[in-house]
């Protein structure tokens, strides 16, 4: 008996490289208008790789990152409104759960920031303010009740609400 031994071999077919191919023009969306609505337009970036194009030639490369470079700062900017819009919409609200009492006034307030808030602009800070001690703009200081607890570490009580 004779055995016949055969293999198979799969040859794989292997093709030549050739270079990614791209559009001819690459599109850029323009920046937003004024009022946060995008602008229809579109700006064409010419010149970028084309298929036949053997090695991408610097030149194509940088329009290529010059394009990349804009979309990606038109995004950051619109990030950046995106979340002042946000900021400019969210309103400060109590938890309810504690309150704080002025034992020099009597007067009681909702939150820590409400007093902060409430004494900054009745006046009542003045001295602190022009010391420094809220920084350079203390009515954006969302940190400006701490700051006042240590100055004034005795007149303000919390109290709990049931």
């Not at 038109?74 to 409104?81: C, L, M, N, V």
């Not at 938890?95 to 409400?114: A, E, L, M, R, W």
Request: charged residues 35%; hydrophobic residues 30%.
């Amino acid at each position: 008996m004779s055995q016949k031994t055969t293999t198979k071999q799969t040859a794989k077919k292997e093709e030549p490289k050739q270079p990614v191919s791209q559009a001819e023009s690459t599109t850029v969306q323009k920046p937003q208008s004024e009022k946060g609505v995008p602008k229809s337009e579109e700006v064409k970036v010419e010149g970028a790789l084309k298929p036949e194009a053997g090695e991408p030639k610097l030149r194509d490369i940088k329009l290529i990152l010059d394009a990349l470079t804009a979309t990606v700062l038109d995004h950051t900017r619109q990030i950046a409104e995106l979340q002042e819009a946000l900021a400019r919409k969210r309103k400060a609200v109590s938890n309810g759960k504690i309150q704080i009492k002025d034992k020099q006034t009597g007067k009681v307030y909702p939150s820590k920031n409400n007093c902060y808030q409430s004494l900054l602009k009745a006046g009542e800070l003045k001295d602190l303010v022009a010391q420094g001690i809220f920084g350079e703009n203390p009515e954006k200081n969302t940190f400006g009740w701490y700051a006042l607890v240590r100055e004034w570490p005795d007149r303000f009580k919390e109290v709990k609400v049931e």
